[in-house]
């Protein structure tokens, strides 16, 4: 079992950046992929990017250009780096991790295995 905990959400203005962080403890060896989704209320919960364990990412067209993701040296770690920030960016950001390649996907979040408790960016107009 892994745990998933996020951080460095908040709040900024639009054209903002922020940085959100996914620490992944636990047995982590067998891990395949770390993703980013994020949901408001009462909306289903988007896929905004992945990174799999040897590097490759895909983002969302919707934050391409402005998000990167990247991961350390170890791989326990995911970063998202969101620059010219957008309101409708405002969500509860969700880190989430996959042990499996097949389920290794941002259309599909009810595959993963485990998800952390978010942490909520709001970009103000």
């Known amino acids: 079992q892994v745990k998933l905990e996020e951080s460095g959400g908040g709040s900024v203005q639009t054209g903002g950046s922020l940085r959100l962080s996914c620490a992944a403890s636990?047995?982590?060896?067998?891990?395949?992929?770390l993703a980013w989704f994020r949901q408001n209320p009462g909306k289903e919960r988007e896929g905004v990017g992945i990174?799999?364990?040897?590097?490759?990412?895909i983002l969302d067209p919707s934050v391409e250009g402005r998000f990167a993701i990247s991961q350390n040296n170890a791989k326990d770690t995911m970063l998202l780096k969101m620059n010219n920030l957008k309101p409708e960016d405002s969500a509860m950001y969700y880190c989430?991790?996959?042990?499996?390649?097949?389920?290794?996907?941002?259309?599909?979040?009810?595959?993963?295995?485990?998800w952390g408790r978010g942490t909520q960016v709001t970009v103000s107009s």
């Open positions: 989430a991790a996959g042990f499996e390649m097949d389920l290794c996907t941002l259309h599909r979040p009810q595959l993963l295995d485990s």
């Open positions: 636990g047995d982590t060896s067998g891990l395949i992929c």
């Open positions: 990174i799999y364990h040897r590097g490759a990412t």
